[in-house]
């Protein structure tokens, strides 16, 4: 069974930072392509930062450029978002996101459960 948990989030004040991370396992790690998302109370989900399967290239949404960074480890099979300088409108509940990628040519989708990241001012 695929399983994506995430962990990290929390109630942190403006300014401060936390760290995510999206521990995978049931399936083999470097075939996917990985991103982010959020989706805060009565708004549609959001992108929020992608990164490739070999963490050679990443994308980021504007509103969070300069301040988060995603990075991945695929010896830990484990993938994580730096968030620095966190704002209120960050709070959201934010999932981790498995794709598979071109090169290993699969079609599969994958979502974990979300980790709740409340930011107070």
């Known amino acids: 069974q695929v399983q994506l948990v995430e962990s990290g989030g929390g109630l942190v004040q403006a300014g401060g930072s936390l760290r995510l991370s999206c521990a995978a396992s049931?399936?083999?790690?470097?075939?996917?392509?990985m991103g982010w998302y959020r989706q805060a109370p009565g708004k549609e989900r959001e992108f929020v930062a992608a990164?490739?399967?070999?963490?050679?290239?990443?994308y980021n949404a504007d509103s969070v450029k300069g301040r988060f960074t995603i990075s991945r480890d695929n010896a830990k099979n484990t993938a994580y978002l730096q968030m620095d300088n966190l704002k209120a409108e960050d709070t959201a509940i934010y999932y981790c996101?498995?794709?598979?990628?071109?090169?290993?040519?699969?079609?599969?989708?994958?979502w974990g459960q979300g980790t709740q990241v409340s930011v107070s001012s």
């Open positions: 996101n498995l794709r598979g990628s071109n090169a290993a040519g699969l079609n599969r989708n994958y």
């Open positions: 049931g399936l083999t790690f470097s075939y996917y392509d």
């Open positions: 990164i490739a399967w070999s963490g050679e290239n990443t």
